[in-house]
């Protein structure tokens, strides 16, 4: 033992970064497995892991390289935000217009209540202005909050003592700040006796019911006053959202273009929503006796993925499929949502189309579209770290606001979220594809939030059992708790008891007001959903800006 002191103490300051590092992350996500009634801390075992080890660190009289330390922190949220924004981007926009305006009232109300607790307990004497500020940033788990608190005391002048007053406070009340957000979600689910797959089915469903469900119909053609017109010059179907993928003529099954002219007795298979469906029966003819497989036939369908940066941001009409190849799309998949692919739906990286046509046919469409699963799986490494470019300056822009001692800044959280979620919703610029792989999204995001949590908890560490030992942080402590868990109750009670909100979506409204990436980490490990994740970003960059311009206007209005 003796020797392996003395092996880390001869370390070099890199290594010994790395290696507390990784006894930390191994350490915390082996305690965030262990389970009590199917309950655990998941991935928040890391900050307390790290607090174990900065504590006994400063004990054994360690010092960690603290610029390192720092900016590892900063890069893992980094990585842990932009993943996030990566993969809810392109649904972002459109969450935004539906629910959005809800989500963020519920934010609003989070972040409202948390900075009216802080204000009551300073205005009262229950703890200083300095302590309060802390206990705030801590209780609603806020890093840049911390740092804004620290700030706008400089600018007025605070003196060393009151400047050291918001780190300590932070520090106590941090862990329960997390375990309090992981405590509410638990609170509403056994109140109301969610069941959290049953929420993931709902919230799958709700999201597959805002664009039609797709279905199929076998018409015959008996209308004579459709004899010899161009199925292109019927502009009834494109604009009912309906699609022709194969024509029976003669015995003879074929694939359908616009300069295709209909005869009575011919069998259009054609693709739509149901209700649409019928009014193109009833504006041709009749339901056919007969159904239009390709088996049997030399027509085939292939499901054909869009990996070619050529196809990119094209609409399916530029693509001229039926004129090249001539082949004929019957379907789009984009992101588990099946779309009808009208002439001017524009393909991105990653969408799934059903092409129908001769099997040489489909070979060539393939190849035009792309269909590469070796692009499906590789990261494209270069898009990411101009992403990441791009959220570090716009974190880093300072924002002027009238009566503000100092500017206001998005930082390195807020910055690269909002960059990931407009990149990911463009799709693409040019060569550069915004498109993770899930497996990739998800490794970078969990390497992101071990090493934040880790470099967090080893900072905390080394103070925090001092503070709680000598009893000045059992106040701070028990104010913070009330700082974290009325606003988590009150908003999480009122948005399913009253507005009926999905449970997973709560979570993430939950996590996200409080800027909490832990929250997060453990929505998302109750159940596999892009739920959590999609309000999460929906109300972070609100919550972000109003935590970050709550502490001084705290102290505008009370020093």
């Known amino acids: ?139 609603v788990t806020n890093a840049p909050a911390l740092a804004a608190s620290q700030q706008v005391l400089k600018e007025v002048g605070a003196d060393a003592a009151v400047m050291a007053l918001p780190g300590l406070a932070f520090a106590v009340t941090y862990p329960f700040g997390i375990a309090g957000n992981l405590l509410a979600m638990a609170a509403v689910r056994i109140v109301f006796r969610i069941d959290p797959q049953e929420e993931a089915r709902a919230f799958e469903a709700a999201r597959r019911a805002e664009v039609a469900a797709l279905d199929t119909m076998d018409i015959a053609v008996t209308n004579p006053a459709l004899r010899g017109v161009r199925l292109g010059d019927l502009t009834l179907l494109p604009s009912l959202g309906v699609c022709a993928s194969r024509l029976l003529r003669g015995g003879q099954l074929r694939v359908p273009g616009e300069d295709t002219r209909l ?12 209700p649409k469906l019928e009014q193109v029966r009833l504006l041709m003819g009749r339901e056919a006796d ?12 292939e499901r054909i993925v869009v990996t070619a940066n050529p196809v990119l941001g094209k609409s399916i009409a530029a693509l001229n499929l039926k004129g090249a190849c001539d082949v004929v799309v019957s379907r789009v998949n984009r992101a588990g949502v099946e779309l009808v692919p009208n002439a001017a739906l524009k393909l991105q990286f990653g969408d799934i189309l059903t092409v129908i046509g001769k099997p040489d046919d489909l070979k060539a469409a393939a190849c035009i579209i792309g269909n590469s699963e070796r692009r499906l799986q590789t990261v494209e490494m270069i898009p990411v770290f101009v992403g990441i470019t791009l959220g570090a300056l716009l974190g880093a822009i300072p924002l002027f606001l009238p009566g503000m001692p100092a500017p206001l800044r998005l930082g390195m959280a807020g910055g690269p979220l909002i960059v990931a979620i407009v990149l990911a919703r463009i799709g693409h610029i040019g060569p550069l594809v915004w498109f993770m792989p899930p497996a990739a999204n998800l490794a970078l995001r ?45 908003t999480g ?57 709550a502490p001084q206007l705290l102290v505008l209005m009370l020093w």
């Open 290 to 301: 007969v159904r239009l497989t390709t088996k049997g036939s030399d027509l085939r369908w």
């Open 263 to 274: 005869e009575e007795g011919d069998v259009l298979h054609v693709v739509g929503p149901r």
């Open 446 to 490: 969990e390497i992101g939030i071990v090493l934040f949590l880790a470099v967090l908890g080893i900072a905390s560490g080394d103070r925090f059992v001092e503070t709680m030992a000598s009893g000045a942080g059992l106040p701070w402590m028990a104010w913070g708790v009330l700082v974290t868990i009325v606003p988590l109750l009150l």
């Open 493 to 549: 009670l009122l948005a399913r008891g009253m507005m009926k909100l999905n449970f997973l979506s709560i979570c993430g409204v939950l996590a996200g007001a409080q800027t909490n990436p832990p929250g997060l980490a453990y929505a998302n490990a109750v159940v596999a959903s892009e739920a959590p994740a999609l309000a999460y970003a929906t109300v972070y960059p609100l919550a972000m800006c109003l935590r970050i311009l």
């Open 1 to 139: 033992m003796h020797a392996l002191i003395e092996l880390f103490l001869a370390m070099p300051p890199i290594a010994r970064v790395v290696f507390m590092l990784g006894v930390t992350s191994a350490l915390g996500l082996a305690l965030g497995h262990i389970r009590l009634r199917g309950v655990g801390l998941g991935i928040g075992g890391v900050l307390f892991a790290g607090i174990a080890v900065g504590h006994f660190a400063k004990q054994a009289g360690v010092t960690l390289n603290a610029e390192m330390m720092e900016f590892i922190r900063d890069f893992g949220l980094i990585l842990f935000v932009y993943t996030i924004g990566i993969q809810v981007g392109p649904g972002f926009f459109a969450a935004l217009k539906k629910s959005g305006l809800a989500l963020n009232g519920l934010a609003l109300l989070m972040v409202g209540s948390s900075i009216l607790l802080t204000a009551i307990l300073v205005l009262f004497d229950l703890v200083p202005l300095g302590s309060g500020l802390g206990v705030f940033a801590g209780g």
